[in-house]
């Protein structure tokens, strides 16, 4: 069965201080891995898109990296409006579209 | 990028009244939408994929006769909560396939819905 698990469940972050998040899969044969980013009381907002092993993608201090098992989504120098749950998801194997999602990691960020 | 709305943001109902959300891609055409119904501090549950020209295929535990949904067009998606009971207040979010060699779902703002 497809799965997609995020860790860790929360992340509490001085300003400044970089840290990564964790998603790891089990779906065979990836045909992409998705980052979204969702603030309290709105719908997730597109991140990224990874497709293969050794791709890495940026948007300002978000980097994201995939391997054959696990993505990570990389925060440098956090600032307190990176604060937000950060979701990934997968399409399952034998479709497009059901994207599987993982659970998220909450990201708090203190000045 | 491409944009999703959601309509009504906010919605407070009496309990057996039937709530209609719209959802539309503004800028790109969607043969397929989703609806995904979302808890306090919980992830996105799927509750159905909404095709456009043909009926919505629902979940495993999804009651089809109470979340009616209509895809009329290649821009919108309407979810009806028909009878809707307390039990349904909850953060609804549709999302729409947007392909461009390969596809992505953009998300639209979610709709907030009060069952009194």
């Known amino acids: 069965e497809d799965q997609v698990t995020q860790s860790p469940e929360a992340l509490r972050l001085q300003e400044g201080e970089s840290s990564s998040l964790n998603c790891s899969y089990t779906?065979?044969?990836?045909?992409?891995l998705f980052w979204y980013r969702q603030d309290p009381g709105k719908g997730p907002e597109f991140l990224f898109t990874l497709y293969s092993a050794g791709e890495e993608k940026e948007k300002e201090r978000l980097k994201a990296t995939l391997t054959k098992k696990e993505s990570f989504l990389h925060i440098t120098a956090p600032k307190p409006e990176d604060s937000a749950t950060y979701l990934c998801a997968v399409p399952p194997t034998d479709s497009w579209g059901k994207f599987q999602f993982g659970a998220g990691t909450q990201v708090v960020v203190t000045p | 990028g491409a944009v999703v709305s959601q309509h009504p943001s906010w919605v407070i109902c009496k309990s057996g009244t039937s709530v209609k959300i719209e959802c539309r891609s503004l800028d790109f055409q969607a043969t397929t939408m989703f609806w995904y119904r979302q808890f306090p501090k919980q992830s996105l549950m799927l509750m159905a994929t909404s095709n456009e020209g043909s009926k919505a295929t629902y979940e495993q535990g999804v009651e089809k006769d109470k979340f009616l949904i209509n895809h009329a067009s290649l821009t919108l998606s309407t979810l009806t909560v028909t009878s809707a009971h307390p039990e349904d207040s909850s953060f609804y979010i549709c999302?729409?396939?947007?392909?461009?060699?390969?596809?992505?779902?953009?998300f639209g703002p979610g709709t907030r819905l009060l069952v009194l």
């Open positions: 779906v065979s044969g990836l045909r992409g």
């Open positions: 999302s729409a396939s947007f392909w461009r060699g390969k596809e992505t779902q953009y």
